[in-house]
């Protein structure tokens, strides 16, 4: 499917969507949760409603609305000793790397055959070292060279083991899920750890449903084994990943009121609000509610390691502030849905942009964009960004496969008409 976008003023308030990330951890803890969780105002992007088929396949009993899904988990400690690999069982994580990353952990706990399958680009993405971290631990893993599907039979027993934290942090947040629930305690040595604040996100919620683990400045992981989940009633709240295509667009053209966004989340990319006030925009948070309206903007210069769902976004941004703005350490956006960095770079620039992808920085000059065809490459936070560029555009800009924003944010489409009308 392909979008129009014309030039706009973008005015008007929408609410954040409900946190991706936060109702896939939350959908996992409550799978391993004895008794009944509540989780309210959940997402129901894609990615979420792959996670929620897994749970229910490894277990859970489902019952849900609207607003909230009541999980009762904890079937892991009905499950015999005994499994057979000719009976796999098939979790299906669509194209959620992370459902993949996070549930390969935790389906190594049962004692079942298990097969993660995923779709589209994800069976382009490699597993990186899953299976010889598993196999460590005292599971089985087998993947296709490197690739998914991944084959896995438990028991996870945990252990001593060195991790490489440099590419994603969404192993590891599948290791804090399942070493808990190990025979042994465990201990996790990480190194060039990135996206610090995903592993903070994970720590509070597993926090929230009784578990207990020893954070030693990102480096040293110390677990207990055989501890026990608790059920927990939780809130999702909205996601700044998402907020933030809006939040920039108020900053170039125009001014954008957004509800539901927790001033004191640990969300990473909350990060936005403190680049936008520094170059000169005008930022006013207010009682989980943020109003941006636009000014000149100055150059800037952003680190990406901790932050990479703000790169495409924050290269828009770059087209419009003064001087030349530098986001660096991009090299991990590679791994993403597309090469992030390099594509978003090519689409912008066949609209005028002046960007140099310059070894592990983007390099951005202001530009004076023109319309014309671009492609979101099946990337949801590409399709997204360039949504943002097209409205202070002149001419016409066709943005080609905006389906794919109901990765994270089915709702999009319809918030964008809401506020540039």
């Known amino acids: 499917m392909d979008k129009i976008i014309r030039n706009s003023v973008i005015q008007g308030h929408i609410d954040a969507p409900a946190s991706k990330s936060m109702t896939i951890r939350a959908l996992a803890a409550a799978s391993l949760s004895p008794g009944e969780s509540i989780i309210s105002d959940y997402s129901t992007c894609d990615d979420a409603l792959a996670a929620l088929d897994i749970i229910k396949a490894l277990g859970s009993e ?20 005994d499994s057979s690999t000719s009976s796999r069982m098939t979790l299906n994580c669509r194209e959620s790397a992370f459902c993949l990353r996070l549930f390969s952990a935790i389906a190594s706990v049962y004692a079942l055959a298990f097969e993660l399958v995923a779709e589209k680009s994800l069976l382009q993405r490699r597993t990186k070292y ?23 039979q438990g028991h996870l027993i945990g252990g001593n083991i060195k991790l490489d934290g440099s590419n994603s942090s969404q192993f590891l947040s599948g290791l804090l899920f399942s070493l808990p629930l190990a025979k042994n305690d465990s201990t996790i040595e990480v190194t060039n750890l990135k996206s610090k604040p995903y ?49 920039v667009a108020g900053a170039i053209n125009g001014e954008i009121e957004i509800g539901n966004l927790r001033l004191d989340s640990l969300q990473g990319d909350k990060a936005i609000i403190d680049l936008l006030s520094d170059i000169g925009a005008e930022v006013t948070p207010s009682d989980n509610t943020i109003k941006v ?25 770059g087209c419009f502030c003064e001087g030349e703005s530098i986001i660096s350490d991009i090299s991990r956006l590679t791994g993403k849905e597309s090469s992030r960095a390099e594509i978003i770079a090519k689409e912008l620039n066949s609209l005028g942009a002046k960007i140099k992808l310059d070894e592990d920085c983007l390099r951005i000059e202001k530009s004076l964009l023109h319309g014309g065809n671009v492609n979101s490459h099946g990337d949801h936070r590409i399709a997204m960004a360039l949504a943002v560029a097209g409205l202070s555009v002149s001419e016409t800009v066709i943005i080609e496969n905006v389906e794919c924003v109901s990765k994270s944010y089915p709702d999009f489409w319809e918030d964008f008409e809401k506020v540039t009308q």
């Open 199 to 247: 592993i903070d996100l994970t720590m509070d919620v597993l926090s929230k449903f009784g578990i207990e683990i020893q954070n030693e400045n990102y480096e040293l992981f110390k677990i207990k084994g055989e501890q026990s989940y608790s059920p927990a009633n939780l809130k999702i709240e909205g996601d700044w990943s998402c907020a933030s295509n809006f939040l």
């Open 62 to 81: 489902i019952n849900k609305n609207e607003k909230i899904i009541k999980v009762i988990g904890g079937k892991i400690h009905n499950i015999g000793k």
């Open 293 to 317: 309206c636009s000014k000149e903007l100055r150059q800037f210069e952003f680190d990406a390691g901790d932050r990479p769902d703000l790169v495409p976004i924050l290269t828009v941004l």
């Open 130 to 152: 899953i299976d010889d971290v598993l196999i460590e631990l005292g599971a089985e893993c087998i993947t296709n060279n490197g690739y998914p599907p991944i084959k896995i």
